[in-house]
């Protein structure tokens, strides 16, 4: 849970900055600050992915963890939800409100949030989770000073979500080899290199889509642990 209750005060601090600053960051030096996170997210990302002990189960898992998530469309559905969601607010005229919702989606409704939370819960190592800090601390401070001080409550569902699924994956890691832990961890790290490129503006990657990976790379990496094959 450390990595939660890191994320969530980095929120809460990066809110009350931003609503002291109020628009007196220019966009240069956003640019700046949010490229040298996303390398940082990017050397995270790479980290976790030198850990696979098969590079195989890894490419497979990516494969059809992608053919998976383009059939659900996850990617656009979460695009649409946050969308549908911004718009309601958006007629309203709380820009608390507005601030509360946009920033609790951002910080939610993605991939690094899930893969952090697992890795937290599964291992004991909340690094991922703390990048995120970081990367959410950060985009805080501009959101605040434009949105106000709501964007400092997205700390709460931040909280809840993320701790839910650290508390779960603590729950259920007894039932996970070592092999089965480094190949999701593998497999996840590949999808937070994703989410550097995207933070970059290198190119967009739909990491949303391939968020079955991690999934069919547990499965994957049990399967051969226990009947030896590939």
Request: charged fraction near 10%; aromatic fraction near 6%; hydrophobic fraction near 55%.
């Amino acid at each position: 849970m450390v990595g939660t209750i890191v994320n969530a005060a980095a929120i809460v601090a990066g809110s009350l900055v931003g609503c002291l600053l109020r628009k007196g960051i220019s966009t240069a030096t956003s640019d700046t600050i949010m490229q040298g996170i996303g390398l940082a997210v990017f050397l995270v990302g790479a980290q976790m992915a030198l850990e696979t002990q098969d590079l195989l189960i890894v490419i497979i898992s990516l494969v059809i963890g992608g053919m998976i998530g383009e059939w659900l469309g996850i990617e656009k559905k979460l695009e649409n939800m946050g969308q549908y969601i911004e718009s309601k607010f958006k007629r309203t005229e709380s820009n608390i409100a507005r601030g509360f919702v946009t920033a609790s989606l951002v910080y939610c409704v993605g991939a690094m949030a899930i893969l952090g939370s697992l890795e937290d819960g599964l291992t004991g190592n909340p690094s991922t989770l703390l990048a995120k800090s970081i990367l959410d601390g950060v985009s805080s401070v501009f959101f605040a000073s434009t949105m106000g001080i709501g964007v400092a409550f997205s700390a709460v569902p931040v909280f809840l979500y993320q701790g839910s699924i650290t508390l779960l994956a603590e729950l259920v890691k007894g039932f996970f080899s070592t092999p089965v832990i480094a190949e999701l961890k593998a497999t996840g790290g590949l999808l937070i290199v994703g989410i550097s490129i995207n933070v970059l503006g290198i190119k967009k990657i739909n990491v949303g889509n391939l968020l079955p990976a991690v999934f069919v790379a547990m499965a994957l990496a049990w399967l051969v642990s226990k009947y030896k094959i590939m």
